[in-house]
């Protein structure tokens, strides 16, 4: 298999119809299993912990003993490398910080009579999915149980894969973040164990987190019986580039979303032949020295993914707009300008040094983020996914007078008498308040 990928510059205006379809109709590739994945939360609906033990062993080939490892993350912060330990507790206070400045506060006003207001209060219970097993992700639990915290959320479950050695940096991460409960279990078991609750874990009103197609299809399988975030795919990136963009900057961040899965997406659209040249050289150039190289190859080569060169910058905008990236890389001369004439984007991410990588990691903002064009109706993660709200208000006599005819007018068009009436009773009250 060579790693030479086959990429090359294609103009925005030759796209077909398919083409333009597969970038801009992205798919999670969730339809195909979904009917196994039914299956999967029936059964831990049904057996619970016995459910969840014989999928661990079907599809992590693990044998698990105890599937609450609350213990055991506790004790993984002693065994992870202090620098690595540091890292965590770094991204952990930064993520935190962000996140703090998302809190909304109560408010009351009151005008003419009229005391209106909003409160918010966080949901009680909600379950964070982590990818990791043998594999390290604390990013994802910094990313998912941090804000969660931040809400006030009263029980922060975590769910992560089982493994023979579950890896201890990850364990650690979620013990630092602040999660109360942390369950052994990974996939499709994992969304249903949450959802459904089991002999060892207690249900959720909200599971949130990112995780293979088999986890998407399981939360689309639950959505009803809990809430959940998002449907999330394939990790993407489009890069908005102008002739002042380096190549080298561009490619890497390419690079870094391709890695992720051959199923990535990873795009750049530019005015400037010369950067698009520039990027696919640079693509063709560092991606065998890159350790995931033949991921990243497939996902350079997919339909959702390339290098284009639009007529102007006013078209690759529209180009962006229409991708609605995950992670949108603007990368010009004047990139304040191009951001106020996007909408459509989950993170941006603006200037030559400010890598994916950054929000990825540690620089505070969340990276659980929508994919496959879902940044057009809804952001990513947030404290706000973790809170809901009540409108309050109180009425005086007087202020309920001056609406009245406007109440009772609506109500009888309406057809609902007893509306109107439950306002006449108490304006025809002199005795009351």
Known sequence: MTLDPDLDVRAVGDLRPAEREALFARDAGVAEIRSDVRDIVTRVSDEGDVAVRDFSREFDGVEVGNIDVTDQAERAVEEVDDRVLEAIRTAIDNVRSFHERQVPED???????????????????VGVYVPGGAAAYPSSAIMGVVPAVVAGVEHVAVATPPADEMNPVTLAAIHEAGADRVYAIGGAQAVAALAYGTDTVNRVQKV??????WVTAAKAEVRGEVEIDFLAGPSEILV???????????????????????????VC????????EAVVGAVREHLPARE???VAREAVENDASGVFLARSMPEAVLFAEEYAAEHLSIQAADDEALLDRISNAGSVFLGPYTPV??????????????TGGGARLHG?????T????????????????ALSETITTLAEAEGLEAHAESVRTRLDDEAGN
């Open 357 to 370: 990588a950054a929000g990825d990691y540690a620089s505070g903002t969340n990276h659980v983020l929508p």
């Open 107 to 125: 408010w009351r006003v009151e005008e003419a009579g009229r005391e209106l207001g909003r409160r918010f209060r966080p949901i009680e219970r």
């Open 380 to 384: 990513g993660l947030s404290v706000d």
């Open 208 to 213: 949130v987190g990112p995780g293979n197609r």
């Open 386 to 401: 973790f809170l809901r709200s009540s409108t309050v208000q109180r009425l005086s006599k007087e202020a309920l007078g």
């Open 240 to 266: 908005l580039a102008d002739d002042s963009a380096r190549a080298e900057y561009v490619a890497a961040d390419l690079l870094a979303q391709a890695e992720h899965d051959p199923n990535a997406s990873v």
């Open 269 to 276: 659209v530019t005015d400037s032949e010369r950067v698009a």
């Open 292 to 294: 995931r190289s033949e």
